[in-house]
């Protein structure tokens, strides 16, 4: 097992130190490839898409919409259990997702002067679902899942197909379970700029959310001028900050959990011993599993298990600001308290970041990339739209005019006033 730093935080390098912060990043061949994909798409449509398709996929499709009867087929052929999983994390995501609702608003600012907020949800939106190296249902329930409970009127998933160019049955089931309205075989780069831009078979989309790679995560950003997005979310993410007294098996297993995603997953822990750092390591080497080259890869280029605690180790949590925060400490709602950037966190010895990935009902699609500084997880907020309004009396207007045209004059805005004074002629 290779990491791409150990040892205490004190002693890394700056470049070392400034290499685990900065994980992720566009990469250029991300950025030529993207940018190919996008001007593919933009051009020749669906034509594009098949031709991608086969190409990144292996597959070869006759049609790019997968039909509602084969979400349901695949939903009788999975185990009773399996189903009954999907809809038991459906229901703890839809329940904490309403929870969330907010309320449209309207007060009386002045005498005679109202204004208010409505909350509108979005007409489409599009959700990327991962595939490729595994399916994940999971992402379809907390994509669709929030969308649906805001009120959005369609909900389009994008997947990626197997080589058979059929998307597998748990992500279909899914698909059934939470309410989705379309399904597309496409997945990647492409997928994403086809609901962005629309093509005969696919609809432009509102609002494009959900994670993926570096592929997708720059195609995301390359459309945020043209259709909304969540966050320019890329491959998963992991920090555990421990105490004394946390059990190193539990530390490595957080890391590993996370750094099976993708080979560009970031995986950190911070302790305060260099005994429970070995023992962290041990653990890891122990525990690499079947998908060991995915593991060991993603460590190599973002892993780090450094030594450091109080306020250093709170200063590095917060300078990292992880999708997952993993808090393995005595009394973690008191270091959670002491901490302000992260996507999600996971308190305690039995609060484990796979819980969250699938049942616990806050949503598992995140900001990764330091982005937990000024992005949240997804939610039901995603999905809303809040416009204003106001509505001024005769009588409102008459006192406020004289404080817009003042500072329409401050700004050098005459006609600004002179639709106040048209008005206040009128009386």
């Given at each position: 097992m290779r990491l791409l730093a150990t040892g205490p935080l004190r002693m890394l390098s700056p470049g070392l130190r400034q290499k685990v912060l900065e994980r992720g990043g566009l990469e250029p061949e991300v950025a030529r490839d993207v940018g190919e994909i996008a001007r593919a798409v933009r051009e020749r449509g669906d034509a594009a898409l098949r031709e991608l398709t086969e190409?990144?996929?292996g597959a070869r499709l006759a049609?790019?919409?997968?039909p509602r009867a084969e979400w349901s087929a695949a939903l009788a052929r999975l185990p009773r259990d399996v189903q009954e999983a999907l809809r038991a994390a459906h229901a703890n995501v839809e329940r904490f997702h309403r929870a969330l609702l907010p309320k449209p608003v309207e007060v009386e600012v002045a005498p005679g002067l109202r204004a208010g907020r409505r909350v509108l949800p979005l007409g489409r939106v599009g959700a990327y679902v991962p595939g490729g190296r595994a399916a994940y249902p999971s992402t379809v329930i907390m994509t669709a899942t929030?969308?649906?409970v805001a009120g959005?009127?369609?909900?389009?998933?994008?997947?990626?197909?197997?080589k058979d160019g059929k998307v597998p049955d748990a992500t279909l089931a899914a698909c059934a379970v939470a309410g989705v309205d379309r399904v597309f075989a496409v997945g990647g780069a492409q997928a994403v700029f086809a609901l962005a831009?629309?093509?005969d078979s696919?609809?432009?989309v509102d609002k494009i959310v959900g994670p993926g790679n570096a592929w997708v995560a720059a195609a995301k950003a390359a459309v945020a001028g043209l259709v909304a997005i969540d966050s320019p979310a890329g491959p998963s993410e992991v920090l555990v900050l421990a105490d004394e007294a946390a059990d190193p098996e539990w530390i490595a297993r957080e890391m590993l959990a996370q750094a099976e995603h993708d080979p560009r997953a970031a995986c950190v822990a911070l302790v305060p011993t260099p005994a429970l750092a070995a023992a962290v390591e041990k653990e890891m080497e122990r525990a690499l599993g079947p998908r060991r080259?995915?593991?060991e890869a993603s460590l190599a280029r973002a892993g780090a298990v450094l030594v450091a605690q109080g306020e250093e180790a709170r200063a590095f949590a917060d300078a990292y600001a992880p999708e997952h925060l993993v808090v393995l400490t005595r009394e973690p709602r008191a270091t959670l308290d002491s901490l302000s950037n992260y996507g999600?966190?996971?308190l305690g010895p039995w609060s484990s970041v796979a819980l969250g990935d699938y049942c616990t009902g806050p949503n598992h699609v995140l900001p990764t990339m330091g982005l937990a500084r000024g992005f949240s997880g997804l939610s039901v907020d995603d999905f809303l739209r809040r416009p204003t309004h106001q509505e001024a009396s005769r009588d409102a207007l008459r006192a406020l005019a004289p404080v817009a045209e003042t500072l329409a004059a401050l700004e050098g805005l005459p006609n600004h006033a002179a639709a106040l004074r048209a008005r206040r002629e009128r009386e």
């Open positions: 190409r990144f996929d049609t790019l919409e997968v929030p969308a649906k959005v009127r369609e909900v389009v998933v994008a997947t990626p197909p197997g831009f629309g093509t696919i609809p432009r080259d995915v593991v999600s966190a996971f």
